[in-house]
């Protein structure tokens, strides 16, 4: 029964209502007493002529009472606001189509999103895009998540990259939310001022003004970082930027003009103590930096003192002392910073690798007779003197002559002794190889030449005198450095290449008859490359094979067919040659890169002499082979590990006298 006359009341609502706007068009009736909300949606919607989905999940009854009529917008903002209240709101589609949904899924539905150009500002569910200039979006999003619904489907978003926020909820919440934005926003829109001083340092005040407005040690200041002024000096032009609020400004600007004045002196003296660069050839460069700002100065008519400029270097403390007016202080002093910076290094790795090999046959017949003489005289010991040899044995049993000349014929020898003649066969077959691997390293500054050389120095005859009488005779020598050499100049280009003119060379001695009569064997390269840091390259290379053949044959016997053999001797010799230069350069910008190059060559070294300690010292088992200490500890022992060693020492030296 209670049910039939509820039913009744909507449709009597309903009733009305269509009769008041039958009778005026566009008016409304807003009135609705324990109605159920589909019931009212309903209606709405036929009055609006809009098709309305519903959420499953919309239950309820409403009570709402209007005694005016509205017209058909504020009839539709009354629709929003009664779903408002009972946490319902709607999403807007084509051709008249309206969802009803629950508040909180509405931020995830296809609510419209606006901008600044199109307002809303009703019940209506929307997303905002609001681009912020001047304040951090990351800091103010919290604090407007404090003010939006939340529960009810708010929702405040950020994209740190672009500055942007995003607000979704209701249109009316979200006008209110964009306002606050607007207004915070521009009270981070600082205007700047540009003070330019005419004596100060423009950097040494903004130190001054910086540490005024510091707080104090072990307190924390008050004020907003917003609300904080910003100087920046432009060492250029000797000026202040100044940013901040107005009056901090005004305030700023006041105090630097009170403390821009002319010094009593005509100069003041600063003293630079330099952390990389040398004190003597920074003077040298100010010295002329100096003399063209003043030459600068003069023509454009700014006032500038030369004689009160004065620039002079303390090598013991590798320090600058600059006396300068203010203004060509500030200049000079930035000069300094930007010279006085740490240079990279560079590490030049030179990889020396010759690999050779020869082979070499002789074959020779040589006759003598007792008398002496013999063929091919230079092709092996004289036989001549090797069957006299032979002769003497016959007679008296002597074997010195003989033995000294057979010690001087190589290879296999056979011959047969007549009673005045005599011939012998020699035969020879000889090979050589060589494999030489040399490093060379060497560590330089940038733009800094370096060298390194591991060798001898040979004395070389470069002259002699002597007189008629030869009473004052005397020679002149010149000693020749020989071994490995290896000269370079680094230059770090832009990025990580690098410019390096090299000088490489490794000599030795050939053949040498006494100490000022050398021939010596050189392999030198001198070129310009351009390499990447780290990078191995090959920087020159000899790739070569030698063939020679003679043959020593006397003169018509040695052309006879198979008997001329006989009275030839033939000797055949090859070679070959690889020889390669390789070079790796690498960068070192750092202590850290510096540390680990080191630590791991000294690792390197270390590890050799452990293994050489292990096999230990021939005849000297107590005694133990030098070895460095661990990478950051010194060498230095204690007394009792001192007596012991020594101690170990003297019982090898008697084991080896016994």
């Known amino acids: 029964m209670k049910s039939l006359i509820s039913k009744f009341k909507v449709l009597s609502v309903a009733l009305s209502c269509l009769i008041a706007s039958s009778a005026l068009a566009t008016e409304y009736s807003a009135s609705f007493k324990n109605a159920d909300i589909n019931e009212f949606i309903n209606i709405v919607g036929k009055n609006l002529h809009k098709t309305i989905i519903l959420d499953p999940a919309i239950r309820g009854k409403i009570n709402v009472r209007s005694y005016d009529l509205l017209n058909e917008k504020q009839y539709y ?8 209240v009972y946490g319902f709101a709607i999403v807007e589609m084509d051709d008249h189509i309206i ?25 209506e569910m929307v997303t905002r895009v609001v681009p912020v200039m001047n304040v951090s979006v990351r800091e103010l999003a919290p604090l407007l998540r404090q003010l939006n619904d939340n529960a009810g489907g708010g929702n405040v978003v950020h994209y740190g990259p672009s500055n942007v926020l995003m607000i979704t909820g209701r249109a009316a919440v979200v006008n209110r939310l964009v306002k606050i934005v607007h207004r915070v926003d521009k009270a981070g829109d600082h205007e700047v001022d540009i003070l330019k001083l005419e004596y100060a340092s423009a950097l040494e005040m903004v130190k001054i003004i910086t540490a005024i407005q510091a707080p104090s040690k072990g307190s924390q200041s008050s004020v907003p970082s917003i609300l904080r002024p910003r100087l920046v000096a432009d060492e250029r032009t000797n000026s202040i930027i100044i940013s901040g609020e107005p009056k901090t ?25 330099l952390k990389y660069a040398n004190a003597k050839e920074v ?16 023509k454009t008519g700014t006032k500038s003192n030369s004689k009160s400029l004065s620039i002079e270097s303390h090598e013991g403390t590798n320090a600058l002392i600059v006396s300068a007016q203010p203004a060509l202080m500030a200049s000079l002093s930035s000069v300094i910073r930007k010279l006085d910076i740490r240079r990279a290094q560079v590490l030049v790795e030179a990889i020396i690798v010759e690999i050779s090999e020869g082979n070499g046959i002789n074959l020779s017949v040589q006759f003598a007779t007792s008398a002496g003489g013999s063929q091919f005289h230079g092709n092996g010991a004289t036989t001549g003197d090797a069957i006299n040899g032979a002769y003497q044995i016959r007679h008296d049993g002597d074997l010195s002559d003989v033995s000294s000349a057979i010690s001087k014929i190589a290879g296999g020898v056979v011959g047969y002794l007549g009673s005045n003649w005599g011939v012998m066969l020699q035969a020879l077959s000889s090979s050589t190889g ?10 330089t500054l940038d733009n800094q030449e370096a060298s390194f050389l591991v060798g001898d120095e040979v004395p070389v005859l470069t002259g002699s005198t002597s007189s008629d009488d030869n009473d004052n005779p005397f020679q002149t020598i010149e000693r020749k450095e020989i071994g490995v050499k290896l000269n370079v100049t680094p230059q770090i280009n832009e990025g990580d290449s690098v410019q390096l003119v090299i000088e490489q060379e490794v000599s030795s001695i050939k053949d040498s008859t006494n100490t000022v009569d050398v021939v010596f064997s050189t392999r030198s390269v001198k070129t310009t490359v351009l390499v990447k840091s780290g990078q191995t390259i090959v920087i020159g290379g000899l790739i070569d094979e030698k063939v020679i053949e003679s043959v020593d044959k006397i003169p018509l016997l040695g052309d ?20 390669m230069i390789f070079l790796r350069a690498t960068i070192i910008r750092d202590d850290v890169t510096m540390n680990e190059l080191s630590m791991r060559k000294y690792s390197m070294i270390r590890d050799m002499q452990k293994k050489q300690r292990e096999i230990g010292i021939n005849l000297m088992p107590n005694s133990e082979s030098p070895l460095l200490p661990e990478w950051g ?14 101690a170990l020492l003297k019982q090898d030296l008697n084991n080896a006298k016994h």
Do not use: C
């Not at 630097?256 to 103590?273: A, C, H, I, W």
């Not at 100096?290 to 600068?296: D, F, P």
């Not at 500890?633 to 020594?646: V, Y």
């Open 633 to 646: 500890k010194t060498q230095e022992i204690d007394a009792d590990t001192f007596l012991k060693q020594r």
């Open 249 to 273: 400004r005004a305030r700023i600007i006041k105090l630097v003009k009170s403390l821009d004045n002319e010094l009593q002196s005509n100069g003041n003296t600063r003293v630079f103590y």
């Open 434 to 443: 060589s494999n030489i691997l040399a490093t060379p390293s060497i560590m």
């Open 99 to 123: 969802k009803v949904i629950r508040a909180k899924d509405a931020k995830v539905s296809a609510i419209p999103v606006v901008d600044d150009g199109k307002f809303y500002h009703g019940d």
């Open 283 to 298: 003077a040298d460069v100010l010295k002329g930096v100096s003399e063209g700002i003043s030459n600068i100065a003069s």
């Open 77 to 84: 903002q009354f629709f929003l606001n009664v779903l408002e």
């Open 560 to 579: 006879i067919p198979w008997l001329g053999n006989l009275f030839k001797s033939t000797r055949n010799t090859t070679e070959k040659r690889n020889l």
